[in-house]
Nanobody, 126 residues
Framework: QVQLVESGGGLVQAGGSLRLSCAAS????????MGWFRQVPGKEREFVASIGWNGGTTYYADSVKGRFTISRDNGERAVYLQMNSLKPEDTAVYYC???????????????????WGQGTQVTVSS
């Protein structure tokens, strides 16, 4: 069973940057794709970015493409989300999840991921 812990969120002005981290425990981490999703109250969890088990394949939501970068370090059992040029509409709780099957190409569907962490709040002020 993999356990995930997100960190790095906070309050930032529009145009600023944050780097989110997701620390994982468990032996299956290095063989599974990982994903970042976000959620605001009253809405479904929304895909942000995902990365294959070896980091070779990445996908991004259109809304963050060119501003966010997902990466992973299997030796450190961690996945990261570098967020630049932040906008107020990026405000949400950000979650990382591990793909439930693998190794395979990363998915963009929340139901394909599990072992969600507690999330980290990102607030972007205008």
């Amino acid at each position: 069973q993999v356990q995930l812990v997100e960190s790095g969120g906070g309050l930032v002005q529009a145009g600023g940057s944050l780097r989110l981290s997701c620390a994982a425990s468990g032996r299956t981490f290095s063989m599974r794709a990982m994903g970042w999703f976000r959620q605001v109250p009253g809405k479904e969890r929304e895909f942000v970015a995902s990365i294959g088990w070896n980091g070779g394949t990445t996908y991004y939501a259109d809304s963050v493409k060119g501003r966010f970068t997902i990466s992973r370090d299997n030796g450190e059992r961690a996945v990261y989300l570098q967020m630049n040029s932040l906008k107020p509409e990026d405000t949400a709780v950000y979650y990382c999840g591990i793909q439930s099957f693998g190794p395979s190409r990363p998915s963009r569907v929340a139901s394909d991921f599990g072992s969600w962490g507690q999330g980290t709040q990102v607030t972007v002020s205008s």
